[in-house]
């Protein structure tokens, strides 16, 4: 996969922070740390913006690192056949495979536009009516995908998962006070768009 040099990062190892930051800084200071005597192993690298994991490759030097990452961010993949091409990637539009029913084809077909500006269309009426609350579930989600992945085995985890979904922020910061600190920081940080409103 490939990733912006600037798209903002946690590195991890085990509990405690190393780096935060830009993904080309981040990257740089592991491969550091990969070096170092004695070497740090076991680098987990997070996207702050959603908490999924970033995968890279660290091996090489430094300048080999940042390299590939900076190659690859700017890598345009051109297909083949540009005529088989679905969607309009120059504006974003990215064709995939939706299941309907026979009667449910029927109905976009007749629709001004065809179907894909009608689903779009419809996405865009959902996404409009679920509005901030979408938006906080989402980051609800990452900070929960976050917390299950680095602080599953802490105290207080099923107390601060409680306190996360009841949007009780003061209890979910309580529950959390004895984790390690970077990755107490770090939870406090990401997950204060969970909580406002």
Known sequence: MLY????????????????????IDVATKCRELLDAE?????????????????????SGDVDEVRARILVGSYKK?????????AGR??????????TLLPRQWDWLKMQRGGASVTLRKLVAEAMKAAGPEADHQ???????????????????????IRCLYADDQEGFIKMIDAWPVGLRDYLVRISEEAFSR
Request: charged share 25%; hydrophobic share 35%; glycine share 8%.
């Open 89 to 98: 990637p120059k504006l974003g539009v990215i064709g995939k495979e939706v």
């Open 77 to 85: 993949t051109e297909p083949e056949d540009k005529k088989t091409r």
């Open 38 to 58: 004695p070497p740090v192993r076991e680098i987990l690298i997070y996207s702050d913006t959603n908490s999924h994991p970033v995968e890279l490759d660290l």
């Open 4 to 23: 912006a040099p600037d798209l903002p990062v946690t590195a991890f190892v085990g509990t405690e922070v190393i780096a935060t930051g830009t993904l």
């Open 138 to 160: 989402i980051r609800k989600q990452a900070v929960y995908h976050m917390m299950v992945s680095i602080g599953g085995n802490l105290p207080n985890f099923e107390e601060a």
